[in-house]
């Protein structure tokens, strides 16, 4: 059992939604985005985005890997510095890309 956080754009509220299920149903803990405001229109401020970016980083700690929603082999620069902080702390990346053939 493995806890996972998942990483990327929240443009891709599906494929967030298809890999949370996938991963659960083999037996890992899934760390993910609590809504997804490009995906539904939400505005936030820039506080709460600063806010998001902690949360998000302090799943990055509790995780043993993270799994990158790169759709189209889309990485925007949110999710690029969430990749290279995951690297920084020694975690394990995989990539939506390797296992999806969209």
Known sequence: MQVITLC???KFKKQFREMEAT???????VLSLGFFEQSEGIKITKEQEKLFEELHYRKINMSDEIFVIDFNGYIGNS?????????????VIRYYSDITQE
């Open 8 to 10: 990327g754009s929240t």
């Open 23 to 29: 991963l659960t149903l083999q037996g890992n803990i």
């Open 79 to 91: 999710t690029r510095k969430e990749i290279e902080y995951a690297k920084s702390k020694g975690k």
